[in-house]
């Protein structure tokens, strides 16, 4: 922590005291909730939906706000999946399989109240380790040049689109879809026209705000509209939890809780891979570990730790490369780039020597956060299933109204307003054609990253392009990128060469 003065440290502590920037992280801790119990919606479209909002508030302010709903939005999710089956986010899914069963058994309260707590032991580990690594990690990027930025934010691309669910070459389409996107309008260098098919209004290129808002909410809400009615699902009476015995059921399973935090703040600095993958290596490390009396699968509250533990993880995790590389480390911290760019703060590896405040402020945030997290979701948990019995009929036209205001308020111009919604539709036909939208999203946001740095380094280098494997450091991301193609190309290699019999 030698890069941050100890006036930094006051300062920080100083403005996250201020009433006004609690009211907010108690706000968007509830926006979180809300968003994220509620099927369909998740944590990136909440933030995404009110990112315009943060455009009139300080940078304290605006991130109070929005790293509320961040962590709160994450454990959200597992409310529907243990009450109803439906996971609230991809990352919860691995939740329902032994929350639900705790359900139906009548312990859903118990399985709630854990992942409340395992959500909060997550979120402070990993902040315990933002605390530690990114200072460290920021001073080792003072020495990087614009060779290791195009190879970190590649190495980002390649990750996201990888660990995509699906075809990997839909994940790489999807990501090229979102560079492409981000080349709109004059060129930096040239000052020539790119893609702007004679309209004015992108000149300036496509706003990160309105491309993230259409693919993330709207689109969400265009498959909410196909659903008339929720499938109602009805339980036994549910037993009060004791929270000391939950608590004991933590101490108890105290190795699965911390292998469960690390794996999610180790998977949480990789760019590009999210609470989802997270969960799933965790619970799949919990059932392999497993003891002959567990009952994995139908009720086994060890499972429930696991995966809880590990999805909030990553929110502390994710912060590292995006406050000392500048690199997003999931589709939520690609979202926190332009709330941190509206506020004019420019994150990388100068932010915390040059706002040492802010980066103690977004430290104090997240820990606030995740305590009120704990407060909110312990009070609200027997109402929550009222959430989730909101009709799509009056859901739906309410967000895309505010998406829409929203949208509109940042210049107001009514062309974002078309923009937004011709986003959403090709959201829209991303999901259905089963073509993943995160990496389209980091496409976006890492887009002029990549091309900045690339043309930077040429232009240095004397269009030399060997000067991206003669530097070590920009030579060790290209290598571990050829890795990462060479693991998930590896299988289906294999089963081309070796393809499996016809069955006669």
């Known amino acids: 922590m030698d890069l941050i003065a100890f006036s930094d440290i006051l300062q920080g502590a100083v403005q996250v005291a201020n009433p006004w920037v609690v009211f907010f992280v108690i706000v968007g801790v509830v926006i979180g909730m809300i968003f994220g119990a509620a099927p369909g919606l998740t944590a990136p479209a909440a933030i995404a939906l009110f990112l315009p909002v943060t455009y009139a508030m300080g940078p304290?302010?605006?991130?109070?706000?929005?790293?509320?709903?961040?962590?709160?939005?994450?454990?959200?999710?597992?409310?529907?999946?243990?009450?109803?089956?439906?996971p609230g986010a991809p990352s919860s899914a691995a939740t329902a399989l032994d929350g639900f069963a705790m359900a139906r058994a009548g312990e859903g309260d118990r399985a709630l109240s854990t992942a409340i707590w395992g959500s909060l032991i997550g979120g402070l580990f990993s902040l315990l380790l933002l605390m530690t690594i990114a200072p460290l990690l920021a001073r080792f990027a003072l020495t990087f040049t614009s060779v290791e930025y195009f190879s970190f934010a590649l190495i980002g691309i390649v990750c996201v689109a990888g660990i995509s669910r699906g075809s990997l070459a839909k994940g790489f389409a999807a990501a090229l879809f979102g560079i492409l996107v981000s080349t709109v309008g004059i060129d930096p260098v040239s000052g020539v026209g790119r893609f702007m098919f004679g309209e004015p209004n992108l000149m300036g290129g496509i706003p990160q705000t309105t491309a993230l808002i259409g693919l993330f909410a709207i689109s969400q809400m265009l498959l909410l509209s196909k659903k008339d009615t929720q499938d109602q699902i009805v339980l036994p009476t549910q037993k009060a939890a004791s929270q000391l015995a939950v608590l004991r059921d933590l101490w108890r399973y105290r190795w699965v809780t911390f292998k469960s935090a690390v794996i999610g703040s180790l998977i949480g600095v990789l760019p590009g891979t999210g609470p989802a993958i997270a969960s799933w290596i965790s619970y799949s490390d919990a059932l392999r570990a497993a003891n002959p009396g567990d009952k994995f699968g139908q009720g086994e509250v060890k499972g429930v730790i696991a995966c809880e533990v590990s999805n909030n993880s990553v929110t502390g995790g994710a912060m590292v490369p995006l406050l000392t590389l500048g690199i997003p480390g999931d589709p939520v911290t690609a979202i926190l780039i332009g709330a941190l760019m509206?506020?004019?703060?420019?994150?990388?590896?100068?932010?915390?020597?040059?706002?040492?405040?802010?980066f103690v402020s977004i430290l104090l945030l997240l820990c606030l956060s995740n305590i009120l997290m704990v407060a909110v979701g312990l009070s609200a948990?027997?109402?929550?299933?009222?959430?989730?019995?909101?009709?799509?009929?009056?859901?739906?036209?309410?967000?895309?109204?505010m998406a829409a205001i929203g949208v509109f308020s940042i210049s107001n111009n009514a062309f974002d307003v078309r923009l937004v919604l011709i986003f959403g539709l090709i959201g829209y036909l991303m999901v259905r054609l089963e073509?993943?939208?995160?990496?389209a999203v980091l496409g976006v946001v890492l887009g002029p990253i990549l091309e900045k740095n690339l043309r930077n380094a040429l232009t240095v280098s004397d269009m030399d392009f060997s000067v991206f494997i003669t530097r070590p450091v920009s030579a060790a991301a290209l290598i571990a990128t050829a890795c990462l193609l060479y693991v998930w190309l590896g299988p289906r290699k294999r089963s081309e060469v070796h393809p499996q019999p016809e069955k006669l």
């Open 60 to 86: 304290t302010s605006s991130m109070a706000l929005l790293l509320g709903i961040y962590c709160a939005g994450y454990f959200a999710g597992s409310i529907p999946a243990i009450l109803i089956n439906t």
């Open 381 to 401: 948990r027997k109402v929550a299933a009222k959430v989730l019995q909101i009709p799509p009929g009056i859901l739906v036209p309410t967000i895309c109204m």
């Open 342 to 358: 509206i506020q004019g703060v420019h994150v990388g590896p100068f932010l915390i020597q040059q706002n040492g405040s802010l």
């Open 435 to 439: 073509f993943p939208t995160a990496p």
